[in-house]
């Protein structure tokens, strides 16, 4: 395990090192991409100059809220579909083909409808990541065994605690990796619509810079949302992980 | 003479048939009566009923026809107070420990913390599970995690304990001592003990009284009183009788396991 950790960090400082080594040597020019080590420096100076601080915030607030209200609303959503064969059967074909769907194209009618806040993007954010959540708590909530469901019977647990102390508990590893994704699309959604039309945050911060040639704020708020979005992906991993492993799944 | 603390009078069970399949005549008509503090085991032919039985008196499941009553009350279409079940399957919680597996069992009675605590600790102790108590089920044998379920089910105390093949997956040796372990708490609680199995030997070891059931619609074809002492452990094997009850229940069920494997008797 040890070792595959420390050949993905290998992989990762390569290609870091390639584009150095690109970028020094004038194949990429600097118009196109400063070398790493100069966007880690710009980095660095951004976050402690604090002029990107309400930007950050603004993102990062409104994929929280994105995100907070995608999982719990996925959650409680599939518990309550997962009662009704029914609906179920008419909604599962919908949810798979929802991601092809392009979400974005719905920005002039959430606009039009919520007005021009925070709103729309949180929205956004929402239902990409909404239905992530949706589909893997289901899948989750299939694999319960029916001797657990016999179980919350004797102990006249009743439809609530059923599911709040059996169903959903036992789902928990197929309803974080819906999670995991949710963090992810919350993300992309907010970070996307603002770069269609926004006053602020990062993804217009990013928006504005490339418009105007400013490779050294375009770059540090790329590689920020990387390593934002990769390190929340990285824990939550690790916590699913656990989980697993705690259940002899690995 | 004392009321019954179970009573099954003229229960049928009929599955209705699914899109175009027949209906399914699962079960009875059958009586049974088992009295206060009585360990009583059922055999029969694969498919017979026996698990449709349990959960008719659990309230799992409803009669077609026929009562159901538990204490002089009618069972409806819940699980009454005072009633544990232990499934064949593991029913252990792999997110929770051992212990917390255990407590989940009074996670909603309306007891002090300290009480459920006291009986957490008693469980964990009569079930040898002391040093297990932090581990997850997945760390432990299928032998273990199904004591965990007995644990769970014992510290509700209930006064009718239900057990559909409980030992089903354990081998022989494992059994016979689940066996005692079982015999053990059955006086201990004082409960009424309603077992499902497919093993004879199992059957005709703890029971004060076994019911054959033919194969489907089950019925019972015999009810064997052992006749055993109430102190008694896996050891009753050895005496000449345990035979006789074991031969009896062989006599009865063969025929019947061959109508349900739908073989004909070998030609003299």
């Known amino acids: 395990m040890k070792h595959l950790v420390l050949w993905r960090i290998l992989v990762v400082a390569a290609g870091v090192g390639l584009l150095e080594a690109l970028c020094l040597a004038g194949v990429i020019d600097r118009i196109t991409m400063q070398p790493p080590h100069e966007i880690a420096r710009d980095l660095w100076r951004m976050l402690v100059s604090g002029r990107m601080n309400a930007a950050m915030r603004k993102t990062l607030g409104n994929a929280a809220l994105a995100f907070a209200s995608a999982a719990l609303a996925g959650v409680a959503f599939a518990a309550l579909l997962h009662g009704l064969r029914q609906t179920r059967a008419t909604l599962d074909p919908l949810f798979a083909t929802w991601y092809a769907v392009p979400v974005f194209a719905f920005y002039p009618l959430l606009i039009s409808v919520f007005g021009l806040g925070d709103l729309p993007q949180v929205l956004i954010g929402f239902m990409l990541g909404v239905v992530a959540v949706i589909v893997n708590t289901l899948n989750g909530l299939d694999r319960v065994p029916r001797v657990l469901l016999k179980t919350a019977r004797v102990g006249r647990l009743g439809r609530m605690r059923t599911a709040a102390s059996i169903t959903l508990p036992y789902a928990a590893p197929h309803i974080l990796t819906g999670v995991k994704l949710a963090v992810a699309y919350s993300l992309i959604g907010v970070v996307g619509s603002e770069f269609i039309m926004s006053r602020g945050g990062i993804g217009y911060e990013i928006s504005f810079a490339y418009n105007n040639f400013d490779n050294a704020t375009m770059y540090p708020l790329i590689v920020l949302i990387i390593v934002l979005s990769t390190a929340i992906n990285a824990f939550l991993s690790r916590w699913e992980q656990r989980l697993r492993v705690r259940r002899g799944q690995r | ?268």
């Open chain 2, 1 to 268: 003479m004392a009321a019954p603390h179970v009573a099954l009078r003229g229960v049928r069970k009929v599955f209705a048939g699914v899109e175009r399949s027949a209906a399914v005549d699962a079960l009875g008509p059958l009586d049974l009566e088992l009295a206060r503090g009585e360990f009583f085991a059922v055999v029969g032919p694969s498919g017979c009923g026996k698990s449709t039985l349990l959960e008719l008196i659990a309230g799992l499941a409803s009669p077609t026809e026929g009562s159901v009553e538990f204490e002089g009350r009618p069972i409806g279409a819940s699980v009454p107070d005072g009633v544990g079940v232990v499934f064949q399957e593991d029913a252990s919680l792999p997110w929770l420990d051992v212990s917390a597996n255990i407590a989940f069992g009074l996670r909603h009675a309306p007891l002090p913390a300290a009480e459920k605590d006291a009986r957490v600790k008693r469980a964990l102790e009569m079930m040898g599970l002391v040093d297990f108590a932090a581990s997850y089920p997945a760390q432990l044998s299928g032998g273990m995690r199904q004591r965990v379920c007995i644990a769970r089910t014992l510290v509700t105390e209930p006064r009718l304990i239900l057990l559909d093949e409980p030992f089903g997956a354990l081998d022989q040796q494992t059994r016979l001592l689940m066996g005692d372990e079982l015999l053990r708490l059955w006086r201990a609680t004082g409960a009424t003990v309603f077992l499902i199995t497919h093993a004879l030997d199992e059957a005709a070891m703890l029971a004060d009284r076994i019911g054959v059931m033919s194969s489907r619609p089950g019925r019972f074809l015999d009810l064997v009183a052992t006749g055993w002492p109430h102190e008694r452990d896996s050891r009753i094997v050895e005496q000449p009788s345990f035979g006789t009850v074991t031969a009896r229940l062989w006599k009865t069920l063969r025929e019947e396991s061959r109508k349900a494997l739908g073989t004909r008797p070998p030609v003299a």
